[in-house]
């Protein structure tokens, strides 16, 4: 059995899919496998999987992007919400605010007030167009008025280089990639993401601690091709909760800065339907379109 992952080995996301398929050998007796196609934000791996047999052997390891690529791609071959039907949620994962030091902002009103009152002077790195950092911005951008000119990288690396180096000022991340610079006083935490406060970082803010309803958390979860059995997805569903409540499991999701989220297949369909619905506002109010 194969879960298919749209982004090369070694990021959280296959990271985290590999720890999933490591579960479900163990608990089922049969042999799960990661196999990556990466490429196109994962919409090469997504249409694979929404084209497959829906013989329970091929499962999608759906992320956050899964929500916003329908509407941020405007030719795409496949519908992602008809074409590959929730299995199990699996993580939420935390994006973090960060600034370079010599930034004059230690909180987020004074970064407010700052980038006010030097409109189109600061630069936000993103780590691409549609990428989390990207559609984070741009939904802090319109909650807090401000104006920061985007600057889009390949990748986080590139664009945290940049950061520390001090040719872009403010970024928005996944924690995993910035922690110990902020640890090491690298970089200056100033929000996470999330609706509640990190344990990775138990002093530093909500940004809706400041700006109310901001809220934007990742996630991960399974998916199959649209018409697989409701038995075989059920049972999947049923088999990866005790992973999410097992303490080593959750003791090496929180070293990836993500915690355990477990849903029904159903209560993760809802969650799926209203994320793409928040973000498609985002994308159509910022006019923002796929490279």
Known sequence: MRIVVGFPPGGGIDTIARLVAQWLSERLGQQFFVENRAGASSNIATEAVARAAPDGYTLLAIWTGNAWNGSLYGNLNFDFIRGVAPVASVVRTVAVMVVNPSVPANSIPELVAYAQANPTKINMATAGIGTVGHLYGEMFKVMAGVDLVLVHYRGDARAITDLLGGQVQVYIGGLVATIEHIRAGRLRALGVTTAMRSQALPDVPTLGEFLPSFEASGWQGLGAPKNTAPAIID?????????????????????????????????????????????????????????
């Open 235 to 291: 049972k999947l569903n049923r088999e990866i909760d005790p992973a999410l409540a097992d303490p080593n499991f959750k003791t090496r999701l929180a070293d990836l800065a993500s915690s355990p989220m477990p849903m029904t297949p159903a209560e993760f369909g809802k969650f799926i339907a209203d994320e793409t619905e928040k973000w498609g506002k985002v994308i159509r109010a910022a006019n923002i379109k796929a490279p």
